[in-house]
């Protein structure tokens, strides 16, 4: 990743950051469970994924309908992916993990 990219990167992240902090609806909220008594801190994590776009020359369309890949894109894959859900056959499902018996053996 060049570094253009990655200090357009890092302003995105100041962008998130300012309009959270300058969010008068937010604000509002806070002022208000500080007037129930209870100090608030608040702790955002935002993750920034990317994916290189490639020509459409270089690349057909994608589609969303079910082939060999299923019914996801590589973009729902990523995004899956960025979220640590992980895609299992649903023969694997059929199989108890580690071989072990539905029922204790006696």
Sequence with gaps: MNQKVKNLIQKLGE?????????EDIAGVVKNIREQGFDVLL???ATI???E?????????ESVS???DGPFTRSDLTFLKSLR??????TDMDT???NTPDTPEA
């Design 85 to 90: 859900i992980s895609l299992t056959d649903e």
């Design 43 to 45: 702790m955002l994590e």
């Design 15 to 23: 962008a998130i950051h300012e309009s959270v902090s300058e969010s």
């Design 66 to 68: 079910e082939d060999a």
């Design 49 to 51: 994924g990317l994916n």
């Design 53 to 61: 776009l490639e020509t459409e020359a270089n690349q057909p369309a």
């Design 96 to 98: 108890p993990p580690n």
